[in-house]
């Protein structure tokens, strides 16, 4: 179990609802809780928890929040995900809350409830992090030196959470308020320059008084000198879209600083990078959100981002049609799956992993029957799907099957990815009713087949084979009294070697596209987040909840930012173009994925941070940041909230502030034209 940096004790903090509420206040009791060094300790620990934890009582009980049902919806990093992800090409959502599907078709409102607790959710912490710098601001007598100096950090460790998360207020909201300490009085916005200037203005101020840059240099998950670093690079990285003023030069210094400090570098193994125990990771992450399955307890966090993710057959217990046992747990350390976000096409088509994609429909289909006819076509108008069915004789390969023409790389693992029903006119039937089932999926060329695949039962099947020499698929089946019909339904053909394995995906029963929101199955799934240690092949300690941090910050992201900084600036370093290509080297295994400095365009750039930072909160401010969050110069899946996505209003480019603060507070304004 990882090591945790601060004792939590348990301390009574009320719950925000609107930005005129106090902070936190200890009553009579503050005196005697800050009477000595673990007060203050316990307190800076809840201040950091705030980023994930949710409540009082482990995973739910005493939310620090009321103004949503489902205190798991609360948790500061779920919602800053969400607001990051599901509002894009990145990720799409099953599930049916109300206002939740309203992000991706970007049709939210004043009134949408994930809007609404990100922002109360920002400024709860805020108040936390005030009112820790409140307390601590007068010592109390009988303090080592070596305790006050630890309290006096833990003030710019609060104040840089404070920064952090106006940031996300800047961001997101662009027109907020800015409390710097406890009051009673009703607070009024300041303009997005006074709030970026005091965000820049804090991160120097603290800078000195932080540990030197590099987790291993001090207790695991506090805040350093290169959290500092990235937070202004980002910070300066989209001055422009806050302030009207680039600020790019400065953006690539602090890149600099955290690529030249020297006590970073690029992880050998990205999927390591985001497992249970990637808090042996400290090379290459700045700075993790950390968590704890037995310890500290949440809902949302990376919980949310590892069990979200799961469904359909990542946890049926089968393996390529044959019975295992636990499959959540061996393959992803959780119990279960909660059948939520998967990919959307336009992420996925960035990698270039796709060879073919099912394309049955009701009057069409990339793949050509035998000429005997013993194949057709059949649309499942309920699922809006394709499928073949076979209709059993005897067939020779050479000459009969269901083929498709493939144009593959040659030697490079394929996988092929399919399901099968046998049925007996209106009836089921399988193996286990010891009946002769057998139908064959074969690779080879027109001549004959190199390699093939038997099936006897029914499944969803995945069928991997080497490229060379193969140019096409074939499905053929063994005549039988045992069934009248095999239902052959392809999801896809996808290159699993010699490409760029930052895609971390889950293929099997899941469709390409996305023609049903509300359908798990609807869209590959991730796996890049899981709760399987690197080190043991096993599950992180804990029972429902996970122990994998979330990286907020990586030297990968350093690297990217400073080549978009300088291509803004002029041009391209031969320096930074060797970073890149350290990236892509990692992705490919070997330099097959390098890029020449022409290659490496804005629009690159772009992509590259989507290929190397899906799912960790960055793609809603990268595409704002390039003008194609909203508009029509770039449209993905359900954009809009239309299949094939339209463009969208400009001003969904920052949310609005919550029609509840409205009321609560009349000194406010709503952002235009909501």
């Known amino acids: 179990m990882k090591k945790l940096v601060f004792i939590l004790t348990i301390l009574f903090l009320g719950a925000c609802t609107d930005l005129e509420v106090d902070a936190p206040s200890f009553g009579d009791d503050e005196a005697s809780t800050f009477s000595t060094f673990e007060g203050y300790q316990s307190y ?27 205190e798991g919806f609360s948790s500061y990093l779920r919602v800053w995900w969400k607001a990051q992800e599901l509002t894009t090409d990145e990720a799409i959502i099953a599930w049916a809350d109300a206002g939740i599907r309203d992000l991706h078709n970007h049709s939210w409102s004043s009134d949408n409830q994930f809007v609404r607790v990100f922002y109360y959710r920002i400024f709860y912490t805020i108040s936390l992090a005030n009112d820790f710098i ?4 007068n010592l109390p007598a009988g303090l080592t030196n070596e305790e006050t100096e630890e309290i006096n950090r833990f003030i710019a460790e609060a104040r840089y959470i404070r920064a952090f998360a106006y940031w996300h207020a800047l961001d997101h909201f662009r027109n907020v308020v800015l ?14 320059e006074t709030v970026f200037n005091f965000i820049e203005s ?28 990235m937070l202004k690079a980002k910070l300066f990285l989209n001055a422009e879209i806050y302030i009207g003023t680039p600020r790019f030069t400065d953006a690539a210094d602090e890149a600099n600083k955290v690529i030249n400090s020297g006590v970073y570098q690029i992880h050998e193994n990205y999927g390591e990078l985001f497992m249970g125990d990637n808090d042996l990771r400290t090379n290459e992450i700045i700075w993790p959100i950390v968590h704890d399955g037995l310890v500290s307890q949440t809902w949302g966090g990376t919980t949310t981002l590892v069990r979200g993710g799961i469904g359909g057959a990542m946890m049926d217990d089968l393996d390529n049609g044959a019975e295992i046992e636990d499959e959540a747990v061996d393959n992803y350390g959780v119990p279960s799956g909660w ?29 050509v029957r035998p000429s005997n006819g013993s194949w057709d076509y059949v649309f499942d108008s309920e699922r809006e799907d394709g499928y073949a069915n076979y209709s059993p004789v005897s067939e020779n390969y050479s000459n009969d099957g269901l083929r498709i023409p493939l144009n593959l790389i040659d030697n490079r693992e ?7 029903n046998f049925r007996n006119g209106d009836d089921a039937v399988s193996d286990q009713d010891r009946k002769v089932l057998t139908g064959y999926a074969a690779v080879g060329t027109n001549a004959g087949a190199i390699d093939s ?18 140019n096409q698929i074939r499905f053929f089946g063994i005549a039988s009294n045992d069934y009248t019909d095999i239902q052959l339904d392809i999801v896809n053909v996808t290159y699993v070697s010699g490409i760029d394995q930052r895609l971390k995906i889950f293929t099997e029963g899941q469709t390409f596209t996305n023609e049903k929101v509300e359908d798990f199955e609807n869209g590959w799934s991730y796996t890049k987040y899981s709760n399987i240690e690197s080190t043991t092949g096993s599950r992180a300690p804990g029972v429902d909840q996970v122990g994998t941090d979330y990286p907020v910050f990586r030297l990968a992201e350093a690297y990217l930012i400073l080549a978009e900084a300088e291509l803004e600036g002029g041009g391209l370093s031969g320096t930074t173009l060797g970073y890149l290509n350290e990236l892509r080297q990692r992705a490919y295994g070997d330099n097959s994925g390098n890029v020449t400095a022409g290659d490496v365009t804005l629009d690159w750039i772009l992509d590259e941070r989507a290929r190397e930072l899906y799912l960790e909160a960055t793609r809603r401010t990268d595409l704002v940041r390039h003008g194609k969050f909203t508009g029509g110069d770039y449209i ?8 094939e996505g339209i463009s969208t209003p400009s001003h969904l480019d920052i949310f609005p502030i919550p029609a509840s603060d409205l009321i609560a507070n009349p000194l406010l304004e709503q952002n235009d034209d909501y």
Do not use: C, M
């Open 44 to 70: 800076i620990a809840k201040v950091y928890a705030s980023l994930t934890l949710t409540g009082q009582q482990g995973a739910a009980g005493q939310a620090d929040l009321s103004v949503i049902n489902d």
């Open 134 to 137: 409140r307390v601590a601001s």
């Open 453 to 470: 695949l038997r099936f006897n039962r029914s499944a969803t099947f995945n069928y991997r084979f080497n490229s060379s020499g193969v």
């Open 636 to 643: 993905w899946p359900w954009k809009g909230g239309v299949p």
């Open 414 to 420: 394929v996988q092929l990815t399919f399901s099968v």
């Open 202 to 229: 804090e991160l120097n101020e603290i800078e000195n008084s932080l540990y030197p840059a590099g987790q291993g240099n001090h207790p695991y998950g506090r805040l350093d000198q290169g959290a500092v670093w």
């Open 339 to 367: 059948g939520g976000y998967r990919s959307t096409g336009a992420l996925v088509e960035k990698f270039d992993h796709l060879v073919f994609e099912d394309d049955f429909s009701a009057d069409k289909s990339a793949w």
């Open 179 to 192: 409390v710097t300490s406890v009051s009673s009085n009703l607070p009024t916005q300041e303009s997005p």
